[in-house]
């Protein structure tokens, strides 16, 4: 399956953005979908994941309340919306579909499959 993410921009912070990862391929509902984001001179980490059907998400502490994940199998898309964005939410944006070895949502470790990413980028 391939991947690509957009939706990335500049917004002020307390304002929303809408990502979208769309993915090639018939067989996308047989992955689970996880969003990950890089800051500069930092690691990658996990934000979102949405398991295969769209019953199941996952988010992290730091976006609980503020994101809500949701897929569209029909049009093999997966979008995070971003409501209430801080400064510490910029990043690169990045979105994934589950490996073969798949343990958890929230490591990138159970991910082969990544988009190239999408920028964002939250202004005080």
């Known amino acids: 399956v391939q991947l690509q993410a957009s939706g990335g921009g500049l917004v002020q912070a307390g304002g929303s953005l809408r990502l979208s990862c769309a993915a090639s391929g018939r067989t996308f509902s047989r992955y689970a979908i996880g969003w990950f984001r890089q800051a500069p001179g930092k690691e990658r980490s996990f934000v979102a994941a949405?398991?295969?059907?769209?019953?199941?998400?996952y988010y992290a502490d730091s976006v609980k309340g503020r994101f809500t994940i949701s897929r569209d199998n029909a049009k093999n898309t997966v979008s995070l919306q971003m409501n209430s964005l801080k400064p510490e939410d910029t990043a690169v944006y990045y979105c994934a579909a589950e490996g073969i070895v798949f343990t958890t949502f929230y490591s990138d470790s159970s991910y082969d499959y990544w988009g190239q990413g999408t920028l964002v980028t939250v202004s005080s």
């Open positions: 949405i398991n295969r059907v769209g019953g199941s998400t």
